[in-house]
């Protein structure tokens, strides 16, 4: 082959027709497929390692004693760097949470979903709404217009089973997953 | 920067670096003899002087960082100990975190600069991209290193900044514990806020490094708006403006020692200087001063449904994140919602008068996210009963209108002067006036 004949072949290979897709074309196209795979492999160790480690992971249990909580007491733990609001709640609070209407919720859900017993309600003690911590713990706390409480930050009340029921917040606040070890301990996460 | 030749140099030293690395040229070409606008007015110091508090910015920073530890358990006591026992800590620090906010007080003055006289518009439609691009990373950084010194500010601010984007659905929640780096704003976090906080100025320089490449291929817009068109128009950048930057940087670092060394906490919070609690919020939690417009837009978002039903397409909570990133982005396509060929206000009877209103609406969106969320307008003394959380949705609704509304009408049926013939002859024309401008000939299009 002469080097007319080369180019020809390698430089100017859509001489046939332009619209008909060649081998180089395929080979292009390969090409730029492995490339994004092996960026995005070699991208993925530098995100991943931002993620939470194995350590901040492993600290996400926390045993609680509740023994000396009385009823119409509320005491705040910390659980992966967050608080965890445990109340026990009064017959009268009990009462209030489980007679409101569904329809009434922005974020519809039955007190009894909320609770394994319904004495205890234990929340994530972080507003759905920005991250703050809602007031309502002490008995000194404002506890906004349902009872529960209420949010300093931007306004949020939260009833007696942390639904919100007026101010920004999107959520009720989270029930975190718990389990009673016995009648005065308990297990969050 | 631009292909101008190679000056001469006397020093056979730096004719012989010169020629192999033309760096005494290029200084010479863009900051000796740079043809300059001679019609400047003082709104044209301020690049200058947020050049100066970049700088300002980095070197204390970098003596700063020395001294402080990013870790939850020592990052308050050693902020404290570099304001006790460090010597000349307390300046340092003082200078950083006064020249954050002076810092954006020039660049805020800068972008109105840009939006009044019309630097935007082409050819300076990237110089503008890239400035905006700079506003964007100092927010980042400011922000970030607001978080430093974890008292509750930087706590809870860093907690209420990041969880907003949770509000995006679907991914949000992942995103927020990737960016925290765990459940909860935490020393991981705090560990990598520092370390951007430590790069970004950096990124900053490459960027402002670009911005004023772009700047040198098309030269400077002017007061007028006018281009350049003779010799006549300009003068070189040296001495003229050299001493007229250094004499506005001067002034400017006055005013700037006045907070430094008679009011170095005004522009704080003093709940910064209670260490960092996760189990309590302060009572009322305010960004600094130079975020106060965006988070007012923020929080100023209503739910947004189909109405007479209960149906909610956005929640408060993304229309929020929405407009207030959206605030900014919008000044991404500026240059494309403006089409009027007049750059400066001078020439705009309607624009000129759309953007005093625009800056008193951008200022009262900063009154309304100082004040609580559920406050009322008090004058003086007397509460008015009109919840700033209004003011602030009609600021707002003002701020979008001005930019997608107001810009592109005004663009097409705002009257247009005739324009001066050069801007030698209109700085002639206006001394001979006695000093006052010569009114433009009223003309219709
Ligand atoms: C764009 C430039 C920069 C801006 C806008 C900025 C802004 C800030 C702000 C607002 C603070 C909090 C001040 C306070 O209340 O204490 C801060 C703290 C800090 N910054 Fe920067 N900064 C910049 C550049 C840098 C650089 C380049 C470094 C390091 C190389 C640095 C290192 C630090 C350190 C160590 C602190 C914590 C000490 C303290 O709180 O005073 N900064 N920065
Ligand atoms: S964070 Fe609770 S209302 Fe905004």
Partial sequence: MDDDQLIQKELLPNEQSPTEPTRRDFLYLTAAAFGAVGVGSVAWPFIHSLNPAADTLALSTTEVNIGAVEPGQAITITWRGKPVFIRRRTPKEIDEAAQVKLDELRDPQADKDRVQKPEWLILVGVCTHLGCVPLGQKSSDPRGDYDGWFCPCHGSHYDTSGRVRKGPAPKNLAVPTYKFLSESKVLIG | MGQKGRAEFKNPVIAWVDERLPLFSMMKNEYGVFPTPKNFNYFWNFGAIAMVMLITMIATGLVLAMNYAANTGLAFESVERIMRDVNYGWLLRYVHANGASMFFVAVYIHIFRGLYYGSYKRPRELL?????????????????????????????????????????????????????????????????????????????????????????????????????????????????????????????????????????????????????????????????????????????????????????????????????????????????????????????????????????????LGCAGYNPADANLTLFGRDTHIPWLWIARVAALYYFAHFLVLVPLFAKFEPRPELPPSIHEAVLAKKNNGGKPVAPAPMER
Wanted: some cysteine; proline content about 8%; overall charge neutral.
């Fill in chain 2, 128 to 364: 503008w991209i890239l400035g905006v691009l700079i506003f964007l990373l100092m927010m980042a950084t400011a922000f970030m290193g607001y978080v430093l010194p974890w008292g509750q500010m930087s706590f809870w601010g860093a907690t209420v900044i990041t969880n907003l984007f949770s509000a995006i659905p679907l991914v949000g929640e992942h995103i927020v514990t990737w960016l925290w780096g765990g459940f909860s704003v935490d020393n991981p976090t705090l560990n990598r806020f520092f370390v951007f906080h430590f790069l970004l100025p950096f990124v900053i320089v490459g960027v402002v490094f670009m911005h004023i490449w772009a700047l040198h291929v098309t030269g400077s817009s002017n007061p007028l708006g006018i281009e350049m068109k003779t010799e006549k128009d300009s003068v070189p950048f040296h001495p003229y403006y050299t001493m007229k930057d250094g004499f506005g940087i001067l002034v400017f670092l006055i005013f700037y020692c006045l907070f430094v060394f008679f009011a170095p906490n005004t522009l704080g919070h003093p709940d910064n200087y209670i260490p960092a609690n996760p189990m309590q919020t302060p009572p009322h939690i305010v960004p600094e001063w130079y975020f106060l417009p965006f988070y007012a837009i923020l929080r100023a978002a209503p739910d947004i449904g189909i109405p007479f039903t209960k149906i909610i397409l956005i929640s408060s909570k993304l229309a929020g994140v929405i407009g207030m990133f959206g605030s900014i982005a919008i000044l991404f396509i500026l240059p494309w919602l403006d089409r009027s060929p007049i750059r400066s206000s001078i020439f705009r009877p309607w624009y000129s008068k759309a953007m005093i209103v625009f800056v008193i609406a951008f200022i009262l």
